[in-house]
């Protein structure tokens, strides 16, 4: 994980970067939003809870040291709209259940 912001519908964007600098965002849902018509409301909302090291903002923080994380969730592919972090195909996870900060346990 190399950064995230809070989107405009309260998710939370994040980008993965992979060790040959290829980007990819994931999405965090605000369970308040998407819980009642979610398949998974209790794990977006156990992958939500203490994912990222600061309450994340509008601005897009870089992190100075990247999180080794392991995410889990179907795969969207977005229309590609200038996002921070955006795939080359506009592949993202969105939801995701699960996350794991890798040496830590899983979410």
Same mark, same amino acid.
């Given at each position: 994980?190399?950064?995230?912001?809070?989107?405009?519908?309260?998710?939370?964007?994040?980008?993965?970067?992979?060790?040959?600098?290829?980007?990819?965002?994931?999405?965090?849902?605000?369970?308040?939003?998407?819980?009642?018509?979610?398949?998974?409301?209790?794990?977006?909302?156990? #992958? %939500?809870? +203490?994912?990222?090291?600061? $309450?994340?903002?509008?601005?897009? /923080?870089?992190?100075?040291?990247?999180?080794?994380?392991?995410?889990?969730?179907?795969?969207?592919?977005?229309?590609?709209?200038?996002?921070?972090?955006? #795939? %080359?195909? +506009?592949?993202?996870?969105? $939801?995701?259940?699960?996350?794991? /900060?890798?040496?830590?346990?899983?979410?």
């Amino acid at each position: 994980m190399v950064g995230y912001k809070l989107e405009n519908d309260s998710d939370f964007h994040v980008v993965l970067q992979s060790t040959s600098g290829e980007t990819m965002i994931v999405e965090f849902p605000d369970p308040a939003n998407c819980a009642p018509r979610s398949y998974a409301p209790g794990l977006m909302k156990q #992958a %939500r809870e +203490g994912l990222v090291p600061a $309450p994340p903002t509008s601005s897009f /923080r870089q992190l100075q040291d990247p999180i080794p994380v392991t995410v889990v969730g179907p795969l969207f592919l977005d229309k590609i709209h200038n996002q921070e972090g955006v #795939a %080359r195909n +506009g592949a993202e996870i969105y $939801p995701v259940l699960r996350v794991k /900060r890798r040496g830590g346990n899983c979410s």
